[in-house]
């Protein structure tokens, strides 16, 4: 291979190809095709060194272009879930809105932009580096009401009654007007995802994190609140069965209707009624037949059906709205 050689791209699923290897049989998938910027030799005697673009690709299977970088300060590239689920919390002016589960922040940034920039917009994370890139993005698309700190949404609660002066966490009972919950979670609805190596355990290992969180963020919130809740993944476990135990736990928490709701509903299995399935919303790629598409067909498509295909065909999401009716 030189460069500027025509090149295949292949996913090597398993990572059984071995480096340097003129040859491979095992279990890959296609991505499409490129032009080589670098000649074999070069590639090999510059890693681990090397980064940059190896191969230039002109004929990708997948037809949406690069967004990457594209007008940083005015853009936050997120899947359409990920931008419905702000929508659905209805963040308005003046409200005090905590994110509790935050980074990288795109939807603390749209939480804020909806807001106009007016009001406070607390976002959590335990993880450091990740809450410095909340601030950076906050930073970026200039906006000032947001305040992020590196804390663990599990303790954000505060058990005494002396008031923070400084509005750092933890923070007390009945503190805000709406919580978004973007939960930890065992993620499978995310897309594209070529190789797997999670086990039955760690899949199962998110629920009881979830309801932590969960039970946190219904203390935290006013009455008559809003609580949003939402997961990237297609589990029965992360999605309806914690709204089931929800409404059981706390009888003064009421399911609401989403508006925008361009998803499915939800999925049978956890003893919720088909009223309460049809306020819940679920995304994901199954319920698209796409398998055996011609690609060439749908660019003839009306853009109403195009519309309609790439509002279902996304990555795996669940999102639930609840109003807490009283005070606890």
């Not at 300060?73 to 209805?90: E, R």
């Not at 580096?129 to 954000?156: M, P, R, Y």
């Not at 919950?181 to 065992?186: E, I, K, N, T, V």
């Not at 009223?275 to 796409?290: A, I």
Request: with cysteine; aromatic share 8%; net charge neutral.
């Amino acid at each position: 291979m030189k460069a500027g050689d025509v090149i295949s791209v292949y996913s090597d699923i398993k990572g059984k190809c071995k480096k340097g290897a003129k040859e491979f049989d095992g279990t890959k998938v296609f991505l499409g095709n490129g032009i080589s910027e670098l000649s074999r030799k070069e590639i090999f005697s510059g890693l681990p060194e090397l980064k940059g673009i190896g191969i230039r690709m002109t004929e990708p299977i997948y037809l949406s272009p690069s967004f990457d970088n594209v007008l940083p300060s005015y853009l936050f590239l997120q899947n359409l879930p990920s931008v419905v689920v702000t929508h659905v919390l209805d963040p308005q002016p003046g409200e005090k809105i905590l994110d509790m589960c935050a980074a990288p922040g795109g939807k603390t940034t749209h939480i804020a932009a909806l807001m106009h920039d007016q009001g406070e917009v607390i976002a959590l994370d335990k993880i450091s580096n990740k809450v410095e890139k909340i601030k950076q993005n906050a930073l970026l698309l200039g906006l000032n009401s947001i305040k992020a700190f590196c804390f663990d949404g599990t303790k954000a609660l505060k058990l005494n009654t002396v008031k923070d002066a400084e509005g750092k966490p933890p923070f007390l009972p009945e503190s805000f007007d709406r919580i978004l919950l973007d939960a930890p979670c065992s993620g499978m609805g995310q897309r594209p995802n070529m190789a797997c190596s999670w086990t039955l355990k760690e899949v199962t290992s998110y629920q009881p994190l979830q309801r932590k969180l969960f039970t946190v963020a219904v203390e935290l919130l006013k009455p008559g609140g809003v609580l949003v809740y939402s997961t990237c993944t297609i589990t029965l476990a992360e999605n309806e069965e914690q709204v089931a135990w929800a409404l059981r736990t706390f009888p003064y928490l009421q399911l609401q209707p989403q508006e925008a709701h361009i998803g499915g509903e939800g999925m049978v299995g956890a003893g919720l009624s088909l009223e309460q399935l049809k306020q819940l919303q679920r995304f994901g790629p199954s319920v698209v037949p796409l398998r055996g598409t011609d690609i060439d067909s749908l660019r003839d498509a009306r853009i109403e059906d195009m519309i309609w295909l790439a509002n279902k065909d996304c990555i795996g999401f669940f999102i639930a709205k609840f109003i807490k009716c009283k005070s606890t």
